[in-house]
């Protein structure tokens, strides 16, 4: 029995069909394609999420403390009032 899937959503690296014989989605990432329940795909959308925003955050704090750092190593102007 031939299966026809749904398009559903795609991107320029991925794209997401829904098989409605089987109620699976199919995700595919390049030569792969993960065929995943529909429960499956909402912990897998809530577990990239969680995880994007990690990243975020730790290239933010990074960020923040290179910044930081460059601040504290970069010369006084000597027109400041700072210079001894």
Known sequence: MPHTLRPLAHSPVCQIDHCAE????HVTLGP???RLEIGAGHHLRHTLTRALEVLEAMEA????EAHDR???TEPTHPDSPLVN
């Open 22 to 25: 089987c109620n699976i989605l």
């Open 32 to 34: 792969i394609t993960m």
């Open 61 to 64: 704090r990074e960020a923040l």
């Open 70 to 72: 460059g601040s504290a």
